[in-house]
């Protein structure tokens, strides 16, 4: 069974930058998809950006695209979100997760992801 460990997050000032990490554990690391997602304060939880097993492959949500950019070291296990020129409405609960089936292409669909990591707090001042 996957298990994910996030680390990372806190809080930047606005045009700051953090990095977020996600550690899997469980199974086969590189023959999965990868996604981090986020959840607002009163928001549903939204797309940010996804990966393909390899790491050629990646899609982003129009706000974030030129400032975040998502990452992998299959090597570690590892799935990263780098972000850069944050501004305050990037303030939410980060998630990383798994995708439930092997070899597929990076999707924004949450349903096709099937173990999530704990999630983490993003907080941009102003």
């Known amino acids: 069974q996957v298990q994910l460990v996030q680390s990372g997050g806190g809080l930047v000032q606005a045009g700051g930058s953090l990095r977020l990490s996600c550690a899997a554990s469980?199974?086969?690391?590189?023959?999965?998809?990868m996604g981090w997602f986020r959840e607002a304060p009163g928001k549903e939880r939204e797309f940010v950006a996804a990966?393909?097993?390899?790491?050629?492959?990646?899609i982003y949500e129009d706000s974030v695209k030129g400032r975040f950019t998502i990452s992998r070291e299959n090597a570690k296990n590892t799935v990263y979100l780098q972000m850069n020129s944050l501004k305050p409405e990037d303030t939410a609960v980060y998630y990383c997760?798994?995708?439930?089936?092997?070899?597929?292409?990076?999707?924004?669909?949450?349903?096709?992801?099937?173990?999530w990591g704990q999630g983490t707090q993003v907080t941009v001042s102003s």
């Open positions: 990966i393909s097993d390899s790491g050629a492959s990646t």
């Open positions: 997760a798994t995708s439930r089936r092997l070899n597929r292409p990076p999707t924004r669909d949450s349903d096709e992801y099937g173990a």
């Open positions: 469980g199974r086969s690391f590189g023959a999965y998809g």
